[in-house]
């Protein structure tokens, strides 16, 4: 079961709920993402894709954002983890299945997948 299809059964089969689609898409303008959630995934964001440009102001804006320094440490680990993650199944072929669920959810995923091509 991928993140889509577990956060839909536990929302009870909702999709405006999280409205999906704006938090992939488009992250700066998503309603359902407050400044915090936004500066924690720019962060993650940048982490993973420009990971050579990180510095001091990248914490400072997650501590701005309202994030302990114990929370930027759960941050960076938890982005990290996942990248570890992904990468291995990348290099296990495990990635290159396609994921199944509704089709609004599978939407978002192709368009995420293509995003980072």
């Known amino acids: 079961m991928n993140h889509g299809q577990a956060f839909r059964a536990e929302s009870g089969d909702d999709v405006t709920l999280a409205d999906v689609a704006t938090v992939v898409t488009d992250r700066d303008n998503s309603p359902v993402l407050d400044d915090a959630d936004k500066a924690m995934l720019a962060f993650a ?23 302990s ?11 990290s983890y996942r990248n570890m993650s992904n990468r291995l199944n ?7 299945v ?6 609004e959810l599978m939407e978002v995923v192709r368009f995420a997948r293509t995003a980072r091509a």
């Open 45 to 67: 964001e940048k982490l993973t894709f420009d990971h050579y440009a990180m510095s001091e102001a990248d914490l400072d804006e997650l501590r701005e954002a309202g994030f």
């Open 69 to 79: 320094d114990e929370n930027v440490l759960d941050i960076i680990g938890s982005v």
């Open 90 to 96: 990348l290099a296990m072929g495990l990635d290159a």
């Open 98 to 103: 396609e994921p199944e669920g509704p089709d």
